[in-house]
């Protein structure tokens, strides 16, 4: 069966610090991936997403940026965190585009707090 | 672009009694999917069910439904007997269909609905 694994659970981090966060799948080959961003109060805002290895799609322009070094593997990164970058992360993952699409599979999600 | 909205951000229900979330949606297209995705305190994403736009028929898993209104775009959640354990966010979502060349499929998500049950 299919899994995925999102880390770490929670971080905190000072203004100007990097930020890497990782999301990887098993059990699936070539899925599309995706980074969102919940805020409270205004639901999931997609980040990223990525239909293969080194195919990153941006949603919204900001201070992050997103890569696929291998095909079950997504990374969020920062190269220097904004007190604006606070919020829950959360990875997931949908089958590829075979013409009929199903709901995306989430990981548990990283609560970043930049202080 | 494609528009999701959860009118209501707050929603109580008593435990045993049902409740409806309400959810619309706003699309050129004539085919995609609609979700129901809870989130409890433990913040995982869950599915609750799902809808494809040529089905007619109204998607139903045990306690839950959904009434679905194409026209009206409109995608509501009935939840039956509600049970304390159905405490939580509610998001509605809706997705194109994948194609080559075109729409990755994204999700797009409303604000969602919190429900609290009352014991």
């Known amino acids: 069966s299919q899994t995925i694994h999102q880390w770490p659970a929670t971080l905190v981090q000072p203004v100007g610090s990097p930020l890497s966060l990782e999301c990887t799948v098993e059990?699936?080959?070539?899925?599309?991936l995706y980074w969102y961003r919940q805020a409270a109060g205004r639901g999931l805002q997609l980040l990223f997403y990525?239909?293969?290895?080194?195919?990153i799609s941006s949603e919204v322009p900001q201070n992050l940026s997103a890569s696929r070094p291998q095909d079950r593997q997504f990374i969020l990164s920062s190269k220097k965190l904004l007190l604006s970058d606070s919020g829950f992360y959360l990875c997931?993952?949908?089958?590829?585009?075979?013409?009929?699409?199903?709901?995306?599979?989430f990981g548990q999600g990283t609560r970043l707090t930049v202080v | 672009a494609q528009t999701v909205t959860q009118s209501q951000p707050e929603m109580s229900v008593q435990e045993a009694e049902t409740v409806t979330l309400s959810c619309t949606y706003d699309t050129s297209e004539s085919d995609y999917y609609l979700f129901w995705y809870k989130q409890p305190p433990s913040r995982q994403m869950i599915l609750v069910i799902r809808q494809e736009a040529y089905k007619q028929q109204n998607a139903t898993e045990n306690r839950f439904s959904v009434n679905f209104q194409k026209a009206a775009k409109s995608f509501s959640l009935k939840i039956s007997d509600s049970q304390l354990g159905d405490a939580a966010m509610y998001f509605c979502?809706?997705?194109?269909?994948?194609?080559?060349?075109?729409?990755?499929?994204?999700?797009?998500f409303g604000k969602g609905t919190k429900l609290s049950v009352k014991p």
């Open positions: 990525s239909v293969g290895i080194g195919q």
């Open positions: 997931a993952w949908s089958v590829p585009p075979t013409g009929r699409s199903t709901e995306a599979f």
């Open positions: 059990g699936t080959s070539n899925p599309n």
């Open positions: 979502a809706y997705r194109e269909t994948m194609n080559y060349g075109g729409s990755q499929g994204n999700l797009i």
